[in-house]
């Protein structure tokens, strides 16, 4: 019914930038929340940006004043700026986003893109 599809994903070296880019499509009325997570390997996956329906926009303390989350609504997509890139962002990042169909309101995530920052 629903499908989120992450796209940019890549190799760069510290320093560099990517950008992430997440669509959703479906059978959907309506998206919430639209954010970004990641998981390295041998570690829990964690927030690293959520763009919340009224505006709001939650960043965790590690990307602060380096990645900017930003959001298409009419295209349902959700994009992740990354700039000045470190060995230590190295992981799968995953779209997240809560979408209400007909009948439910429930959280849909992305196959996931891997980031790897190394020289």
């Known amino acids: 019914q629903v499908q989120l599809v992450e796209s940019g994903g890549g190799l760069v070296q510290p320093g560099g930038s990517l950008r992430l880019s997440c669509a959703a499509s479906?059978?959907?009325?309506?998206?919430?929340?639209m954010g970004w997570y990641r998981q390295a390997p041998g570690k829990q996956r964690e927030l690293v940006a959520l763009?919340?329906?009224?505006?709001?926009?939650n960043y965790a303390d590690f990307v602060k004043g380096r990645f900017t989350i930003s959001r298409d609504i009419p295209k349902n997509t959700v994009y992740l700026q990354m700039n000045s890139l470190k060995p230590e962002d190295t992981a799968v990042y995953y779209c997240?986003?809560?979408?209400?169909?007909?009948?439910?309101?429930?959280?849909?995530w992305g196959q996931g893109t891997q980031v790897t920052v190394s020289s």
């Open positions: 479906g059978s959907i009325l309506s998206i919430h929340d």
């Open positions: 763009k919340i329906s009224d505006g709001t926009t």
């Open positions: 997240k986003a809560k979408i209400l169909l007909r009948l439910s309101l429930s959280d849909y």
